[in-house]
C-alpha cells in the first residue's frame, strides 16, 4: 500500500524478497473488495488478489483476454509492443478462442503426453551425463533446463537443433518489460518470420510425418480451416510458451529444495511426494506473476465490487496462490502440503494448454536431479542468486552448482 | 428401492471442455479425454460412492466448469 491513504498504489509493485511476491499483496488480501491500481501510464486497474475472487473473475468470459478492447491494462510500453501484434489465441475471446484451442488439444492430453515421459527421460539424462562429464561447475538453466524444455517443445513442432540458440533468445528479449519496445517486437518478428519459412517448407511435403505442424497443415490448413499465417502464429505461441515458463520452473524448484534442505530430505526419503512437490513449486514460485490481465465486456460484479464495461481488471494468481484462506501459511515451501488447487497455470478458458507437459517435465527433472547428484549444492553464496525481477515470468538468470 | 439411497452421478458438458485434462489426473478410472481432440470423455456416469472426493475435486479443479457432481435419490440404473 502507498504510504498517503489518498493515492493509488501502483502496479506493478517491487518484491521486497525475491522469491516471494510483494508483501502488498497480503494488506490487499484483508480489504474487502478489489484495489485500485496505478498502471505506469497513468490508467487505472481493479486488483483482485484473494482466491476465490480471483478464480471468480477468470471463470467468467465476461471479462476479456483480448488487449485490443480499450480499457485492457497496460503493463509496459515494451509489452504494449508484444501485444500488438497479431493475437495467438491465448489472447482470443470465444469462440474464436475454443475453435483454435481444440485444434490442439489432443496434442496435449494427459495419454499422449505420458507417452512422451521415456523420451523425456532419456533426453533429460543425456544432458546430465555431458553436465557430470564435464564436471563442476554448472549453470543448470543453461547446462540443463532450457536445452531439455527446447528439446522437447523443439521435437514436437520439429524445429531443428542448430536453431534452439537462436529461439531462446528471441523468447528472451520477448519477455523484457523495461526496455526499448523495439527490442521485444523486433525478437517477435525475428521469430514470426523463422516459422513462416518453417511452415512454407512443411507445406510442401507434410505427408507421413510426425510432426504437430504438419499435423495442423493436413488436418486444419488445407481443409480451410486454419491460415497459414494462423498456423505460424499457433506455432509462435507453442514455441514461446512451452521453454522459458518451464526452464525458469525448473531452477526455481532447484533452488527452493537448495535452500530448505528439509524438504529435500522429506522428498528422497519418499518418492510419492514427487506429483505434490511438483504442484507446491507451482504455487510457491507461480512464475507468471502478473497474469491474468483482462477487460470487463459487460457490468460485472465481483466480491461486491461493481466492474464496469470497459474498466480493465487484473486477476493475481500470484495472490490467489499465497492466499492464506486456500493455503495455511503460504509463505512456506511445503511439500507435504495440499496444494494441486493451485491456479499457476490461471483458471477459466486460458488456462495452460501445456500444463500437462510442464508437469511431467518437472517430474522428470525432480525424480532425477538429486538422485544421479547426491551432493548438488549451490557453487557461490545464496544471496548472490537472484531472481529474474522485472521480467513477464520469473525465473533465475543464472543457477551456479557444484557436486 | 429405499428413499434414502444416494448415488453419485456426474455429469460433463463438452462444450464447455477446455481439454486441460485435470480431471483425468484427479480420477482417471472417472475421465478419460477423446482421441480426436482432447474433449472429456465419461467413463461411469454413476461412479462408486468411494470416489466422491476425487470427482468433487476433479469438478472444482475443471477451469472451465464443465463438470457436475450430484448426489441423487435412487439406484444407479
Ligand atoms: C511451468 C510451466 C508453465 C507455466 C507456469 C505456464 C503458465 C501459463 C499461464 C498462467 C497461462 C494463462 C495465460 C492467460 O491466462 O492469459 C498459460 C497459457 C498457455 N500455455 Fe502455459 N505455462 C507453462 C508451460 C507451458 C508449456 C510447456 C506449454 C506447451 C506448449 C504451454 C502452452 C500454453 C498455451 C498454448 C497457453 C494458452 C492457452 C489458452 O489461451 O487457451 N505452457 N500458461
Ligand atoms: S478438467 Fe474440465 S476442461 Fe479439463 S479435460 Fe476435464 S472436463 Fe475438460
Given at each position: 500500500m502507498s504510504a498517503c491513504p489518498f493515492?493509488?498504489?501502483s502496479f506493478p509493485m517491487p518484491r521486497q524478497c525475491p522469491f516471494l511476491p510483494p508483501q502488498e499483496y497480503q494488506q490487499f488480501q484483508q480489504q474487502p473488495g478489489a484495489a485500485q491500481v496505478r498502471m505506469w501510464d497513468g490508467s487505472s486497474a481493479w486488483l483482485f488478489t484473494r482466491y476465490d475472487d480471483v478464480r471468480a473473475v477468470l471463470g467468467d468470459n465476461r471479462f476479456s483476454g483480448n488487449?485490443?478492447?480499450?480499457g485492457f491494462p497496460s503493463l509496459s510500453a515494451a509489452r504494449n509492443a508484444v501485444l500488438?501484434?497479431?493475437?495467438?489465441?491465448?489472447r482470443m475471446d470465444p469462440p474464436d478462442h475454443g475453435r483454435h484451442r481444440r485444434m490442439l488439444t489432443k496434442e496435449f492430453m494427459i495419454k499422449r503426453v505420458g507417452a512422451m515421459r521415456p523420451r523425456i527421460e532419456s533426453i533429460f539424462n543425456r544432458l546430465l551425463d555431458e553436465m557430470l562429464h564435464k564436471g563442476p561447475p554448472a549453470n543448470?538453466?543453461?547446462?540443463?533446463?532450457?536445452p531439455l524444455t527446447s528439446e522437447v517443445i523443439a521435437g514436437l513442432l520439429d524445429v531443428p537443433n542448430k536453431d534452439h540458440g537462436f529461439f531462446q533468445e528471441q523468447s528472451r528479449l520477448k519477455v523484457l518489460l523495461d526496455v526499448d519496445p523495439s527490442i521485444p517486437k523486433a525478437a517477435s518478428e525475428r521469430i514470426l518470420n523463422y516459422l513462416d519459412a518453417l511452415v512454407t517448407e512443411r507445406a510442401k511435403a507434410p505427408e507421413g510425418k510426425e510432426d504437430l505442424i504438419s499435423r495442423l497443415i493436413i488436418e486444419q490448413v488445407r481443409p480451410g480451416h486454419l491460415s497459414h499465417r494462423e498456423?505460424?502464429?499457433m506455432a509462435e505461441l507453442l514455441l514461446m510458451a512451452g521453454h522459458e515458463t518451464t526452464a525458469n520452473q525448473m531452477a526455481l524448484g532447484v533452488h527452493s529444495f537448495l535452500s530448505n534442505q528439509d524438504q529435500l530430505a522429506l522428498l528422497r526419503n519418499d518418492p510419492s511426494l514427487l506429483r505434490n512437490a511438483v504442484e507446491e513449486m507451482l504455487r510457491y514460485h507461480t512464475i507468471v506473476h502478473y497474469n491474468a490481465f483482462r477487460v470487463a465486456l459487460e457490468d460485472v460484479e465481483v466480491a461486491g465490487q461493481l466492474i464496469r464495461k470497459g474498466e480493465g481488471v487484473i486477476a493475481l494468481i500470484a495472490g490467489a496462490n499465497h492466499d492464506p484462506e486456500a493455503f495455511e501459511q503460504p509463505q512456506k515451501f511445503d511439500i507435504t502440503r495440499k496444494a494441486d488447487h493451485h491456479v499457476a497455470f490461471s483458471y477459466g478458458i486460458h488456462q495452460c494448454l501445456g500444463q500437462p507437459l510442464a508437469r511431467v517435465e518437472l517430474q522428470v527433472v525432480f525424480a532425477t536431479l538429486f538422485e544421479r547428484i547426491p551432493t548438488l549444492r549451490f557453487a557461490v553464496p545464496q544471496e548472490q542468486i537472484e531472481g529474474k525481477g522485472d521480467h513477464f515470468v520469473q525465473g533465475l538468470e543464472t543457477l551456479p552448482v557444484t557436486w | 428401492m429405499s428413499n434414502n439411497n444416494y448415488i453419485l452421478r456426474v455429469t460433463v458438458d463438452e462444450n464447455l471442455c477446455v481439454g486441460a485434462g485435470l480431471c483425468?489426473?484427479?480420477s482417471s478410472d472417472v475421465f478419460d479425454q477423446r482421441d480426436e481432440d482432447g474433449v472429456v470423455k465419461l467413463l461411469q456416469e454413476y461412479p462408486d460412492q468411494a470416489s466422491?472426493?476425487?470427482v468433487l475435486g476433479a469438478a472444482?479443479?475443471?477451469?472451465?466448469?464443465?463438470?457436475?457432481?450430484?448426489?441423487?435419490?435412487?439406484?444407479?440404473?
Open positions: 493515492s493509488k498504489a488487449p485490443s478492447i480499450p500488438d501484434l497479431e493475437p495467438a489465441f491465448i543448470l538453466v543453461e547446462d540443463l533446463f532450457l498456423l505460424v502464429i | 483425468v489426473l484427479s466422491y472426493e476425487k472444482r479443479k475443471c477451469p472451465s466448469k464443465a463438470i457436475k457432481v450430484e448426489q441423487v435419490n435412487g439406484d444407479a440404473p
